[in-house]
């Protein structure tokens, strides 16, 4: 680590020492970015940042370009100083980064990007797949929200096509009155409905891809979440089937956006049925279990795959459980007996996520009753 995350904007590019490492640039610098920048190490790869927080997570793990996220300058300034370009977050320009793709090398591909950020067009893109996904409408008028609640029936929710994350955008239609406060809440936006889902459970298939077209899938995990943010992660889920299914799903994606990298695909578990509910084109919060979890993280397979790297097995080494703290690490969560501490280093914040513990077990009813303790004494 050579320069804590406030140091002037721009100034670190004379400070890189020459070397004939790699060197990744990475726009984001949260929790993701970070992990990223401590995998990078173990590989002896460099990592760079832009970010436009003063002291971003990732700021320990390499310079940060203190600019925002849709600075062209500054994005071709990381790119010029990067062998590869990545993103651990969402919201990028598509077209900056396709600027840049000229330049250096930018995965995974803009183009998955531009699916991922608008929810209409990451559906068509399943249904292009044959990938299955709930019922949906899209919502170009109040009008439409009748159209759609004849259509689909009742629940339903309206998402908001672009920028919803960790449930934010979205509005649960439960009867033809929810409509009115529907459309004032979000109908200045483009909007989506869909189908009310009553799944038994969510998991999410995590796969990567390489230059050369390789693909690994992760084991699935199961994930719990609340309010619509993450709260639980566990891996592996023992159902062969629905991992059969969520592979071939992966694969499909991967091949079709010739992608470089990781991405996550959430899905609904109805019976035996799978049913895509979105991608995103990045490593994952439904992840972070194979740090200790699993033989090699998410997080160094995707840099393994950008940096053109064979990639390391994907497989499991026991049962993992992550649970998320949210708003608060409380100091229970620093002296547990069991249990691995992310600390990401944030500022605290209602509804923010701060960091998270992984545990380990030998087996799948070790690993609920650890995340249960764990979850009772720290949420
Ligand atoms: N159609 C749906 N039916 C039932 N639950 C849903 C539906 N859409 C979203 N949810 C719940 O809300 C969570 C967050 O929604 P999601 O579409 O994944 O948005 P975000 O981009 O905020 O993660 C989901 O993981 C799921 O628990
Ligand atoms: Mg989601």
Redesign the pocket.
């Known amino acids: 680590m050579r320069f804590a995350g406030t140091r002037p904007t721009r100034s670190w590019l004379t400070a890189i020492p020459a070397s004939n490492e790699m060197r990744v640039g990475i726009i984001g610098a949260g929790q993701l970015g970070q992990m990223l920048g401590l995998a990078a190490r173990t590989l002896g790869v460099e990592c760079c940042f832009l970010d436009p927080g003063e002291a971003p997570p990732a700021a320990d793990c390499g310079p940060v370009i203190h600019a925002a996220f849709d600075d062209a300058a500054a994005l071709a300034e990381l790119a010029s100083n990067a062998d590869v370009v990545t993103y651990e977050f969402e919201n990028v320009p598509v077209d900056a980064l396709r600027v840049l793709d000229g330049k250096v090398p930018v995965y995974p591909p803009p183009d998955a990007l531009r699916h991922a950020q608008d929810?209409l067009a990451e559906k068509r893109l399943f249904e292009h797949l044959d990938i299955p996904l709930?019922g949906y409408h899209v919502i170009d008028a109040r009008t439409d929200l009748d159209a759609a609640a004849d259509a689909l029936g009742l629940p339903?929710?309206v998402?908001t096509r672009r920028l919803?994350?960790?449930?934010?955008?979205?509005f649960v239609v439960r009867e033809r009155a929810d409509i009115e406060p529907a459309w004032d809440a979000l109908g200045g936006a483009a909007l989506i409905a869909?189908?009310?889902?009553?799944?038994d459970y969510?998991v999410s298939a995590i796969g990567v891809r390489s230059v050369a077209g390789e693909i690994l899938t992760y084991p699935l995990s199961r994930?719990v979440?609340r309010g619509?943010i993450?709260h639980t992660s566990c891996a592996p889920v023992e159902a062969p089937e629905l991992e059969r299914s969520a592979a071939s799903f992966i694969e499909g994606l991967l091949t079709h956006l010739d992608y470089v990298g990781v991405l996550a695909l959430?899905l609904?578990v109805c019976g035996d049925r799978l049913l895509a509910?979105?991608f995103a084109p990045r490593v994952h919060n439904s992840g972070h279990w194979t740090i200790e979890g699993a033989r090699t993280s998410q997080f160094e397979n995707h840099l393994r795959a950008i940096l053109q790297l064979p990639l390391g097995p994907t497989t499991a080494v026991g049962h993992a459980g992550m649970v998320n703290l949210i708003g608060t690490i409380p100091d229970a969560a620093r002296s547990l007996a069991k249990g691995q501490l992310h600390d990401y280093g944030k500022t605290p914040r209602p509804g923010r996520k701060l960091g998270h513990i992984t545990v380990i077990a030998d087996s799948a009813a070790d690993r609920d009753r650890l995340v249960a303790e764990i979850e009772q004494t720290v949420t």
Do not use: A, I, M, S
């Open positions: 929810r709930p339903l929710v998402k919803g994350y960790d449930g934010k955008g979205q869909e189908q009310w889902v009553t799944f969510e994930n979440h619509g993450l959430e609904f509910n979105e």
